[in-house]
């Protein structure tokens, strides 16, 4: 099959990512996976229903890598998602922009605390590679190069923090139609260039979540959401990446058997 942009990774499409991710998921949940959750949530004093959790937990899936669409990223590879410099690759803090438009489609919910969640579990989804505590000088416009690695700017400097119209419409189709989301508001989400307070407000609810996870006990809960995101993207990103002669591919798959095994086995 050939693969077209927007890209994911190499030879992968980002809408073929996303689909099989949600899927992975949707296999969780018809184990009762959500269920749990909203026992779990109740337990923390936030009564939602068991479709609430499911719809939530898709909608964080759907939405994961969206960021990678933007064109910063997207302009390393070729329209068949072949790299245009093997050497140049990184998708670095795609999560971060993933999370600032998944925040712009629940910003009439933005307060709510099943949004908090699920916008919780796509930032935090690359969190074993990332520290936002330690990466303050990403929200910092007057710092050219990062503190800690003077070989790569700040990607705030970069005229390309939007996504292209022909890559958004395939994305806004592709969502509204899979996840019953507006067409109309997908699109708007991700058609504008993200903006550096976009990311200083996102950033700020992770912060304030934490401090807050005493007097707010449901914020402890994003965890539940996370969970069904790492398992399909880890899975994912692995049959797509297998056939690649790659020790840490090969390293990773007793990591991958434990999550295929908590899906049941694959299907």
Known sequence: MICCKPCAFTKQSLITHTDNVIRYVEKLIGSGYHETVAKRLKKLNLDVSKEEVANYIILAAAFHDVGKAIQEYQRKFDSECNP??????????????????????????????????????????????????????ILNPDLKYRSFNFSQKNIFLSELLFIEKSNSDKIANYLSERCRIDRVLISRSLTNKICLDEARHVIKLVRNAEEDSYKRPPMKGYVFFLLPVVIGDNIDAYHSRRNEKDKEVSNRRFFIDELIHALGGEQ
């Open 84 to 137: 245009i410099d093997p050497g140049e690759t990184s998708f670095y803090l795609h999560e971060l922009f993933s999370s600032v438009i998944l925040a712009r489609v629940l910003s009439d919910h933005i307060d709510d605390d099943l949004s908090i969640l699920a916008i919780l579990a796509v930032l935090n989804h690359l969190h074993a590679m990332r520290d936002y505590h330690k990466i303050r000088d």
